[in-house]
């Protein structure tokens, strides 16, 4: 090496490689590892940890009861309530979501002038907030100045006690009693807070799925017409296989979407009436922030961390192969 | 000619009864904005068509609430925190990106693998202890208190990480040679190649930071610090004597995201799969 190109020599080069190396790389990473650590593992720790107290009467004392109140919580009918109007929000969110996501998005896939115009009007309701959704269907669906039963009224639908009727949320008694109402008296509050979150995700899964839709080569439609497919049979046969990829990305970021869903619910039935749409979340905020049982929250935003982490798992699982470890500099 | 057009009609008609379909809710709110307040409590439930529009509802001058505070105060707090957690967002994702596809260091792997962990702890789960800390900071009811959390995020690292990863090893090395380091190779060269992932990174920040509910709700009491969505949801849900201007102010609200949304869609689609798809 000539002199001209040698650089001069830093003050740390005496030290080994690898802790040179590190003290190169750490001013880059700092700034986030300082921020994961405050706002992201040690909440993490700190919750596992606030789990194994409970306050006394007055909130003056915390008292270590173990792993007592995680037996308790976990395994009470609340919980298992929660947990129940948790799915269920999931069910009727994220079905409905993806069929008319899918139709909407097969529909505006067709080669037609002004097709943009419905593409932009169908993914428009991706820019509403959770509370301007909820807002929007407060318009529909309060009990006083909403006019969703007046509408349905013309298509002889008889009106519905939105918001204020809970159906089997609002049953007390053992999960099978639960069970047996779940299919014989509708939980209204909950359809309502799923109606707003619909609404909010229809434009979201539709540009997933008209991206989906976009990689499907024509030639694979252009075969199938020759071998005769209808379009019906077209749409089982290309498709739908070639979307399921899409569909099941979907399907998880709905699931993943509806366990973090609170705006809606706060907005709308403050998890009322009598519970029958407090979910999981809503659960732990008005344990933490109202009744102030910070242990009790604090076992249950456990749970709601383990379930997430399910759910992102079999997101990154699915996702691993393309994305992931896709363009690793060797 | 006409011909065409009408074997095309049935799918205009498919398509325009969905849209009429699925934008009635807004419909509704707009018209519901433009009622006079006795529309909704004298008959109710309101007509749906404006017959007396009352076009200064959209423009009002005190607050829909009542509280003194007005939508432009909610507008300006959320467009701070909106801002102020992007810009935070792309540089701590840019520099931590830098260090994960250009640098090699011991334990650089599972030290990825922990960024793409905190993916799987949103703020939902954290919401107890991240108001204890809040709270012991003193930050309740201050901006940096409705900020600090959101400032790093592993899937921004991990978005630019592997658009950094396409740009090839051989720059770094030319670079060198020109005496640049790695701080300066990241600003002049990297991030001016990165334009398009820096753009989607950007546009998922804003738009997640402005749609915020629950942290604003829990770390905000003042009506001065509230952001817009705080503002909309307590005033439609508060006061009925002023309900046609919340319905307006949430349809005010609305419209810059809408325009957002739409003019950046293409961004939004590559940030959605991780860079993988090209929309």
Not at chain 1, 254 to 283: E, H, M
Request: charged share 10%.
């Amino acid at each position: 090496m000539t002199a001209a190109t040698e650089r001069p020599r830093s003050w740390n080069a005496a030290l080994p490689k690898p802790v040179r190396q590190s003290l190169t790389a750490l001013p880059f990473l700092l700034p986030s590892l300082i921020l994961f650590g405050v706002f992201v593992f040690y909440p993490l720790i700190k919750s596992v940890y606030l789990g194994f107290f409970i306050s006394n009467a007055f909130h003056t004392k915390q008292i270590y009861v173990g792993f007592d109140q995680y037996r308790e919580v976990l395994g009470s009918s609340e919980f298992r309530k929660n947990l129940v109007v948790t799915s269920t929000f999931a069910l009727y969110t994220v079905l409905p979501s993806i069929v008319i996501g899918t139709f909407l998005a097969i529909i505006a896939n067709q080669k037609l002038p002004g097709i943009v115009v419905f593409r932009t009007i169908f993914s428009s309701t991706l820019a509403a907030s959770v509370a301007i959704a909820s807002v929007t269907f407060l318009v529909l669906l309060h009990p006083s100045i909403g006019v969703l039963n007046e509408v349905l009224g013309w298509f002889g639908v008889s009106p519905k006690l939105w918001l204020s009727d809970g159906g089997w949320g609002q049953q007390q008694g053992s999960t099978w009693t639960l069970v047996g109402a779940w299919f014989t008296n509708p939980n209204w509050a909950l359809i309502s807070v799923s109606l707003a979150t619909i609404w909010m995700n229809v434009g979201l899964f539709t540009i997933i799925i008209l991206a989906g839709l976009q990689t499907v080569p024509d030639d694979l439609y252009e075969s199938a017409r020759i071998d005769g497919a209808g379009r019906w049979a077209q749409f089982w046969h290309v498709t739908l296989p070639m979307l399921s990829p899409m569909l099941f990305f979907a399907t998880i970021v709905g699931s993943i979407f509806s366990f973090q869903a609170f705006g809606q619910i706060r907005i709308l039935t403050q998890g009322g009436p009598v519970d029958s749409s407090r979910t999981l979340l809503y659960s732990i905020y008005t344990e933490g922030f109202e009744n102030f049982r910070i242990g009790a929250a604090s076992v249950e935003a456990i749970a709601l961390f383990l379930i997430l982490v399910i759910l992102t798992t079999l997101l990154f699982r699915l996702t691993a192969g393309r994305v992931f470890y896709g363009g690793e500099r060797t | 000619m006409t011909g065409r057009w009408a074997r095309r009609a049935p799918a205009y008609a498919l398509l325009l009864l969905c849209a009429v379909l699925l934008m009635f809710p807004l419909y509704v709110l707009v018209v519901d904005g433009l009622h006079p307040i006795d529309e909704f409590l004298n008959d109710p439930p309101p007509s749906l068509w404006p017959s007396d529009p009352q076009w200064e509802n959209f423009f009002p001058k005190g607050g829909a609430g009542g509280s003194g505070s007005s939508l432009s105060r909610y507008l300006v707090n959320s467009l701070i925190v909106s801002v102020v957690i992007t810009i935070g967002q792309l540089a701590t994702s840019a520099t931590a990106a830098y260090a994960f596809a250009f640098l090699r260091f011991p334990g650089r792997n599972v030290l990825f693998m922990v960024f793409l962990g905190t993916m799987m702890v949103p703020l939902e789960v954290a919401i107890i202890p991240n108001f204890q800390t809040i709270q012991w900071l003193g930050w309740t009811d201050t901006y940096q208190g409705l900020v600090a959390p959101f400032l790093a995020t592993g899937f921004g690292t991990f978005l630019l990480r592997q658009h950094f990863l396409t740009i090839p090893a051989e720059l770094r090395d030319a670079a060198e040679m020109d005496g640049y380091g790695h701080f300066r190779f990241l600003v002049f060269i990297v991030l001016p190649l990165a334009g398009g992932a820096l753009a989607t990174l950007g546009i998922f920040a804003f738009l997640q930071a402005w749609n915020q509910y629950l942290w604003p709700l829990l770390v905000t009491n003042d009506p001065e610090m509230r952001t817009v969505q705080i503002g909309i949801a307590t005033d439609a849900t508060q006061n009925l004597n002023k309900i046609n201007v919340a319905f307006a102010s949430t349809f005010l609200a609305f419209l810059p995201m809408l325009v957002l949304v739409i003019g950046f869609q293409r961004f939004l689609v590559r940030g959605l799969f991780g860079g993988s798809v090209k929309g």
